[in-house]
């Protein structure tokens, strides 16, 4: 592979991640000093200020990731992996919406445990192609296991009746 297609496919694989933490920063900052600052959360939330480093390493590891799966076997040769990657970036940006844009934390939770699925199905495919790959996806398979959790708390915490 050419150093140049290298770099395109590092530029496409970042702007792909980055195009969903724009948008879902875009949503999540408009829900967090109203609605998700007056709801029931656990004792064991983290602080607001946390959130943001957390996902700009992970979304950056997960980049990282994909390029590595891309440059092993190109688009062809990782098509599975790849796809799965797709797939579980479209239900990341997908919960944002679902949590702190229509403010629907049950159906969220829902939707997280079906993410959670498709991170391990990605990581799964990630390590058979490149076992980089995959321990780069490990640390968002925990965190979202994690959110997974809080989100669920949340929920119940603010159930109607």
Known sequence: MSRRREIVSLAISVGAVAAVALAGSIVTARAVPGWYAEIEKPAWNPPDR????VW??????????AWKVYLEGGFEGSRRALT???????LNG???????????PGAAFGEIVVLWCCIAWTLWEF??????AGWLMA????????????????????APG
């Open 127 to 132: 390590r058979r192609e490149s076992r980089l």
């Open 84 to 90: 799965a990657y797709a797939v579980q970036l479209v």
């Open 139 to 158: 640390p968002y398979l925990g965190w979202v296991t994690f959110a997974s959790a809080l989100n669920f708390a949340i929920w119940r915490l603010n």
């Open 94 to 104: 997908a919960w944002t919406m679902i949590f702190f844009g229509w403010k629907m």
């Open 56 to 65: 700009t390493v992970l979304y950056g590891m997960m980049a990282v990731a």
């Open 50 to 53: 946390l959130f943001g480093p």
